[in-house]
């Protein structure tokens, strides 16, 4: 008995020093002088541009992701083809190398003049890097991992034979994905799309140094939080933190809430 | 709708699943592709719905080429050994799914799954999903989705293989009568030969992707094509250098032709038979199935030393043993002028006896 107590104690004074108390400190520090700056940083335009840029970043990159994942689990679950163990592998990049490192990667590539692809974009007149599209490309690049990572065990699960089964009954390939295979993953891509979210809202190292960090123009919500510090606002820092994260909870809230369901599926 | 195959071929890597396979499956006819795992029977059926396709040779549905076909425009109903039930729908959006991708009205769809489910049984089920369901009752709504849109073929693979045996004898029971009151060309794949036997009218026999014998089952107990058929159609047994039924065994107190010396070590009343368990002198055990009556003729115990003799059946056609045709005996006995007919006991052994 005492062991087991011992085990949840542990367990329990681990995840109140490394993530409730310093999740409960931003709370704290937020409104410990009142509501006042509070609301005067959250209403700062500048503030509400840096949650946009956010949120347009994560509205493409999570489509875009989830449709990639999919395709993605399919093909690495269901096809045979040269260089799917590299695929495989591959998908699991963006987890394994810093976020920096990816930031400084794209900053390379889209260099003008200097970079592969910036010279092509500088000559047709776009702009990459230190403008929203460097930011959606970092997004992009850091949550690819998500979707597929959740959807291939399960695909892996599921098997072939109901697919082959609606086939036999008439369905086409279109039907058969709408009808058969999607229903049955449908969780594994919930939460894969949750996660996903999570990432893109919380992304800091790519996209601070892809972004330029514009104030009002190129900066995201987390970059905001280390502008707003440096510029001695910590209230204001405080409470965009909150904003990101109550998101956050809110995420692993709705994680909690899928998670019985997909076992009663 | 009859089923051609022609000289199909199938390789996975190095394995050869079928080797130059042939096999008319008449219209309407209920036949069983029976053989150990990796005959490639479930192959071979595989590849007449489109889940597989040959390396080389033919498949015609209805005289109709269908080797490139896409299983879903071939018109067969297929049926997993393991149910692939569609998990996420009840019973009711299981079976109706052919009808429902093919756009039919909603109150035919309805009328057509009421009727289905009350063919497989399953009328109070409609609204369960399938995880809430046993084992054969999983099956059976998967036969009814199968049949739902009148395949002109409806293939089963090891359909029954998963159930325990109760259920797995219901439901050939069960299978057979469905056969007879939707009268559609079904063929399924089985490793039971008892299975195959009781539910087919034809059966074809496959080993190592080759086909070894078709024809009713009749014919191929009583006239294997080969070893290989006789061993797993039925019991055999080695006596000598021959494979023999061990009801074909005779019994003697002293040496014929081809016959063995064997010691008995155990005898068995089963019911109306007896088994016998014999050993020859190289101590090769093989056992023997007399009647009760020829047992007790003979007053054989335990430990004594007699000959065995097979009495071989000639290998005739279906037809001939179905006309109940006397066959002679080819053990090379003085007593081959004892006549036996097929399907029937032979005669007293005591009266052999006599003659000689």
């Not at chain 1, 949650?51 to 399919?74: H, K, M, Q, R």
């Not at chain 1, 987890?95 to 692809?117: D, E």
């Not at chain 1, 891509?189 to 949750?194: A, E, F, K, L, W």
């Not at chain 2, 297929?78 to 799914?97: G, S």
């Amino acid at each position: 008995m005492p062991s087991r107590f011992g085990l949840r104690a542990v367990a329990l004074g681990y995840l109140v020093v490394v993530l409730l108390a310093p999740l409960a400190m931003v709370f704290y520090r937020t409104f410990e002088s009142g509501l006042h700056p509070v609301w005067q940083t959250l209403s700062d335009p500048n503030t509400l541009h840096a949650f946009e840029v956010t949120l347009i970043a994560t509205g493409i990159a999570v489509p875009l992701n989830t449709v990639f994942g999919v395709l993605c689990g399919l093909a690495v679950v269901r096809r045979r083809f040269p260089g799917k163990g590299l695929l495989n592998a591959f998908i699991d990049l963006p987890l394994a190398v810093s976020p920096v490192v990816i930031g400084l990667c794209l900053y390379l590539l889209y260099a003008p003049r200097t970079g592969w692809f910036g010279s092509w974009f500088l000559e047709h007149g776009f702009q990459i890097l230190f403008a929203l599209p460097a930011i959606v490309l970092a997004t992009v690049f850091v949550s690819v991992p998500f979707v597929a990572r959740e959807v291939i065990p399960t695909l892996r699960e599921l098997g072939h034979e109901q697919e082959q089964a609606a086939a036999t009954l008439g369905a086409t390939r279109w039907q058969r994905f709408w009808r058969i295979t999607l229903p049955s993953i449908r969780w594994a891509v919930i939460y894969g799309v949750v996660l996903t979210t999570a990432r893109c809202l919380g992304e800091y190292g790519a996209v601070a140094v892809v972004s330029g960090r514009i104030e009002g123009q190129t900066e995201t919500a987390t970059t905001r939080v280390e502008d707003l510090t440096l510029n001695f606002n910590t209230a204001g820092a405080y409470a965009v933190s909150l904003v990101l994260a109550t998101i956050a909870v809110l995420v692993l809230v709705t994680m909690t809430v899928i998670r019985p369901r997909e076992g009663a599926a | 709708m009859s089923i051609e195959i022609r000289n199909v071929t199938k390789h996975f890597g190095a394995f050869t699943a079928l080797d130059d396979v042939s096999l008319e499956i008449p219209d309407g006819s209920l036949t069983a592709l029976l053989g150990p795992s990796g005959s490639g029977k479930s192959t071979l059926l595989r590849i007449v719905a489109g889940l597989e396709r040959p390396d080389s040779g033919e498949v015609r549905l209805a005289g109709e080429d269908a080797t490139r076909l896409a299983p879903q425009r071939r018109n067969v109903g297929f049926v997993f050994q393991h149910y692939a039930a569609f998990k996420h729908m009840t019973v009711r959006d299981n079976v109706a799914f052919a009808l429902t991708i093919r756009k039919r009205p909603k109150q035919e769809i309805r009328e057509r799954v009421d009727e289905l489910l009350e063919l497989v049984q399953l009328q109070g089920f409609a609204d369960r999903y399938p995880s809430k369901l046993s084992g054969g009752q999983r099956q059976r709504m998967a036969l009814a989705r199968a049949l739902a849109a009148k395949p002109g073929v409806l293939l089963l693979d090891e359909p029954f293989g998963a159930l325990d045996a109760r259920v797995r004898a219901e439901l050939r029971d069960w299978l057979r009568r469905l056969h007879e009151e939707v009268q559609v060309t079904t063929v399924f794949v089985t490793h039971d030969q008892e299975e195959a036997m009781e539910v087919a009218d034809r059966v074809a026999v496959l080993d190592h992707g080759r086909l070894e014998q078709v024809g009713p089952p009749a014919k191929l107990y009583d006239s294997p094509a080969s070893d290989f058929v006789l061993r797993f159609v039925g019991d055999a047994v080695r006596l000598g250098e021959r494979l023999v039924r061990p009801h074909e065994i005779v019994l003697r107190r002293w040496p014929s032709d081809g016959a063995v010396e064997v010691e008995i070590e155990r005898i068995a009343v089963l019911g109306a038979d007896v088994r016998v368990d014999l050993a020859d002198g190289s101590g090769e055990r093989l056992s023997a199935r007399l009647r009760r009556d020829e047992l007790e003729d003979l007053a054989l115990e335990r430990g004594e030393i007699v000959w065995a003799n097979a009495e071989s059946f000639q290998r005739l056609s279906a037809g001939d043993a179905e006309a109940g045709q006397a066959l002679g005996r080819l053990d090379g006995d003085v007593d081959a002028i004892d006549l036996g007919t097929a399907g029937t006991a032979p005669t007293g052994l005591d009266e052999r006896l006599d003659v000689v």
